[in-house]
Nanobody, 121 residues
């Protein structure tokens, strides 16, 4: 079993930056693949943000490409999401997920509890 714990969310003005971290406890053969998803306040589903495979291969949603950076620290068993040039549209609860290299949330086996990111205009 894998336990995921997100941190780093908060309130920031448009154009600012935040760095999210996800700490993983325990690991399996599939837990090396980790991604970030988000759910907007008015949304009903978790939407893909970014994914990393073994900290080498990465893929981003078009809406965040060039502004967000996903990276993995194997020594600390963490994955981070550096968010720059934040927009009000980025406001959401951000979730860390593990178990797949995919943009489909249904393919992930493990999820964190989420961390709130609020971007004011």
């Amino acid at each position: 079993q894998v336990q995921l714990d997100e941190s780093g969310g908060g309130l920031v003005q448009a154009g600012g930056s935040l760095k999210l971290s996800c700490a993983a406890s325990g690991r399996t053969a599939s837990s090396s693949n980790m991604g970030w998803f988000r759910q907007a306040p008015s949304g009903n589903e978790r939407n893909f943000v970014a994914v990393a495979w073994s900290g080498v291969s990465t893929y981003y949603a078009p809406s965040v490409k060039g502004r967000f950076t996903i990276s993995r620290d194997n020594a600390k068993n963490t994955v981070t999401l550096q968010m720059d040039s934040l927009k009000p549209e980025d406001t959401a609860v951000y979730y860390c997920a593990a178990g797949a290299y995919s943009s489909n949330p249904r393919e992930y086996a493990y999820w964190g509890q989420g961390t709130q990111v609020t971007v004011s205009a």
